[in-house]
Nanobody, 114 residues
Framework: VQLRESGGGLVQAGGSLRLSCAAS????????MGWYRQDPGKQRELVAR???????TYADSVKGRFTISREYKRDSVHLQMNSLKPEDTAVYYC?????????WGQGTQVTVSS
């Protein structure tokens, strides 16, 4: 599975960004799609995930601010990030699970200035 991410960048605190990840396989065949983030020197953490049945999971720190969604037409997953905070600064990675394997995107930098 190949993943192509887009949408990172620099934004002021309180602003919004939308991350997108296009998969090389049909969304319908994936067990889950999600986003993780990682700061230098820290462990990669789950931000949001959507399962094949539509169930979603969010990190407590982003609940109410971030929304994950799937787009069947483009075999993509999106992460709408609103009310961004400086602590949201990290490299964001797209993740999909297919046939018991994890696949990762190359990562996209999100920087939130105060």
């Amino acid at each position: 599975v190949q993943l192509r991410e887009s949408g990172g960048g620099l934004v002021q605190a309180g602003g919004s960004l939308r991350l997108s990840c296009a998969a090389s396989v049909s969304v319908l065949r994936l067990n889950s799609m999600g986003w993780y983030r990682q700061d230098p020197g820290k462990q990669r953490e789950l931000v949001a995930r959507i399962r094949s049945n539509g169930d979603t999971t969010y990190a407590d720190s982003v609940k109410g601010r971030f929304t994950i969604s799937r787009e069947y037409k483009r075999d993509s997953v999106h992460l709408q990030m609103n009310s961004l905070k400086p602590e949201d600064t990290a490299v964001y990675y797209c993740n999909v699970q297919w046939q018991s394997r994890n696949y990762w995107g190359q990562g996209t930098q999100v920087t939130v200035s105060s």
